[in-house]
């Protein structure tokens, strides 16, 4: 039995501990200008220009030259104390009504974006595909079945969806993937003569992009291997549990919970929760992971898997045997080579029996909501394939995503030379970005039809499951922050929106605004967040 989790490095599971994904000067410009370089060369509208209001938070009105001037001041006062000669920060502040620069710092100096990069791919996968375009899998047979039986292959046809999961499925993915086989079942199949055919060949190139600094081996759940075909995030979940009394061996079982993944167990039971240690080491000669430690209670660890699509074989086949179908043969996967085009040619043959779709709206929620870098990759690769210039049968690729974005975001070729995209979730640091090219991104969502749809996705301060949660909890900030964090170990980048005025709950027209605001900083983290939270505040006593 092939072993799919990496393991190279152990992957310690330390009691109610979670995995972590990993100087001075002047405003440029003066505050109440329209921001140079924030023009037709990057596709920001001029001063003057205004934006269909649309109620709620983006209902606001342009700035005024005594707030834009205020704003300035206490911006640079903040800098001035929150500071550290540790950080090296870019910062700026626009107004999203009309695109005016408000306050700039050091704009011209591109910086490691970490997750920030998120707003990019999410961005232009809305602008091109639209918030309905389902990332999907097809179950598909190359024959109408007869009296039950499907002649030949059964085919499982990926293109990125990432729903299989518990993110958007509360009986997570043994149920999801239960239910796609049982709508198999219900089409009327109960036999296939052929193999199970998984194609996941929509996405080409490398699973895993080179700027993550990763190791064969490495578990770490925010470095999942990219794949068409992906089941629970591209991760084998491992709970550990306490067996019946101190001493006595702990469980441990898996989801998907035919995950083609042994282990050597040596966890045993501890009654004491100061002893409770799990250690997942790298694998044995014979491929089995050895899981040792105490288990003081229940507890669960994402595991990245080596393959996706060979975990998705396993529960998928053990799943349409569960809804009572026999396959014949074998499980194949087809894997596609660089560049490899998609989709196919319409009116191949075949039928779809089964399907299981996500939207677009609902997968950028969950990536920028809670930062999930799978997604954010899943939607690159399918921003490459499906809208490479405006063409379907593009580059599903890494490389192929990140040119697609950028012809997205800035079609007449006028993207800024400060932008430098890598991956779809800001972990390469190769991404690297100038406040002004980010807030552009952020100005383009504003300005479309599909505004709402990506604010909602937003994390909000102090809201208690997504990435602010521990940001911004104060009464003041209450419904005003939304905004995207990036973390890396030596970087801290926060983007997004804050509505000044208007009283909470809402913005009445003509009374509030709302502002953009671009921090990336690179030094201690620490610091780093204490600038970036003084900033915001800053700009909300507006």
Sequence with gaps: ???????????????????VVGGGGSPLGSAAQPGPGLDARTGVQPDGVTVESTGGFFE??????????????????????????T????????????????????????????????LATTVAALLALGPDHEMAIDVRAMATPRSGVIDGDLIVEGTGDPGLSSHLDDGGADAAIARLAQAVRASGVTRVTGDLILDTS????????PGWGWKPGDYSWYMASVSALTIADGCVDVTAAPGPGDGAPARLTTVPAAAPVSFVNRLTTTTQKKKHLVVFDPPDAEGRIPARGKVYQEYSVPLACADPPEVFGAAFRRALSDAGIVVAGNTRIVRGPPAAPWPRAA??????????????????????????????????????????????????????????????????????????????????????????????????VYRSDHRLVFMDSLAKGGEPDGTLRKRFKDKRFAGRVLAKTGTLRDTSALAGFVRVGGGVGGVAAGTGRVLIFVILCEGPVGRSRVLQDAVVGALLKG
């Design 87 to 118: 950080v090296r920060d870019s910062i700026g502040v626009w107004d999203a009504a009309t695109g005016r620069r408000l306050y700039m710092r050091h704009a011209d100096r591109p910086r490691r974006t970490a997750s920030v990069m998120k």
């Design 347 to 444: 009116g191949r043959p075949g039928v779809v029996l089964a399907r299981h779709a996500t939207r677009l709206a609902d997968a950028i929620r969950i990536t920028n909501h809670k930062s999930q870098n799978l997604w954010a990759e899943l939607i690159l690769r399918s921003v490459g394939a499906f809208s490479a210039e405006g063409v379907r049968g593009g580059d599903g690729s890494f490389a192929g995503g990140a040119r697609a974005v950028r012809a997205i975001l800035w079609p007449k070729g006028n993207a800024p030379s400060g932008f430098s995209q890598e991956d779809g979730s800001g972990l390469s640091r190769g991404n690297r970005a100038t406040v002004g090219a980010l807030a552009d991104v952020l100005l383009r």
């Design 60 to 85: 606001a009105s342009a700035t005024t030259a005594s707030f834009a001037a205020s704003l300035a001041d206490r911006v640079s006062v903040v800098v001035q104390k929150r500071g550290h000669k």
């Design 1 to 19: 039995m092939p072993v799919v989790l990496l393991a190279a490095s152990a992957v310690v599971a330390v009691f109610a501990c979670s995995l």
């Design 202 to 209: 929509a996405f080409a190139g490398d699973a895993r992009h």
